[in-house]
């Protein structure tokens, strides 16, 4: 029973398309994440929404656009890819505790513009 | 602002040698510090966490980590390395209040090689 899916696993797409990454959380988590892993495994992170509201928008280009239609689900939206758009890109999810935000991440989609 | 560094981007060590993977932060406030491991083609996986309840943690798999302010290090070890701790370890920091929602800064990442 997956905690944190995301599809597709893989996106392989030419320059000048627009295209749609899926993310689903069953943990019940108020909030969700999107991440960029770069090429030389470097992660660092796009967007956070909490129940359903954008709370950190990391000055991504505005041809990113997540979307939440509810607490349970974080869509990425990417118009115009780019060359450098290719990355592996992470969906996490976590509930605030007393130990902070322990996020759970989700398998990943390695998106190839060609 | 808060920032990790992690040196050594590559560490190699024997089977049953000890493992040491060294993580450095800068928080302006109390941190949140994590170490997850990712394996080839797979999502990132807590091993474990430091929210200020003890400064030795202990993780998943032998991992343990120990949280010393003074020298604003949370470095990751095992005291014996199987062939299947190879992976990517990331360390991250996150702040423990604001409104941060709980973002994580990650270190640059270091590969462990383990040797039979």
């Known amino acids: 029973d997956t905690a944190v899916s995301q599809t597709p696993k893989y996106l392989v797409t030419q320059m000048g398309n627009d295209k749609s990454i899926k993310c689903e959380q069953n943990l019940g988590h108020d909030t969700m994440y999107w991440y960029k892993q770069d090429s030389k495994k470097f992660l660092k992170i796009m967007f956070s929404y909490n129940n359903k509201e954008l709370i950190i928008n990391e000055t991504v280009p505005n041809r990113f656009s997540p979307k939440s239609p509810d607490k349970a689900h974080l869509n990425l939206h990417i118009n115009s890819l780019e060359l450098g758009d290719s990355a592996v890109y992470f969906c996490a999810s976590s509930q605030k505790g007393t130990g902070g935000y322990e996020q759970y991440f989700g398998p990943g989609t390695r998106l190839t513009v060609t | 602002a808060q920032s990790v560094t992690q040196l050594g981007s590559h560490v190699s060590v024997s089977e049953g040698a000890l493992v040491l993977l060294r993580c450095n932060y800068s928080?302006?406030?109390?941190?949140?510090l994590f170490w997850y491991v990712q394996y080839p083609n797979q999502g990132l996986q807590l091993l474990l966490k430091y929210t200020s309840a003890a400064t030795l943690v202990k993780g998943i798999n032998g991992f343990e980590a120990e949280f010393k302010k003074s020298e604003t290090s949370f470095h990751l070890t095992k005291p014996s390395a199987h062939m299947s701790d190879a992976a990517e370890y990331f360390c991250a920091v996150s702040e423990s209040g604001g409104n941060q929602g709980g973002k994580l800064i990650f270190g640059q990442g270091t590969e462990l090689s383990v040797k039979p």
């Open positions: 928080s302006s406030v109390p941190p949140y």
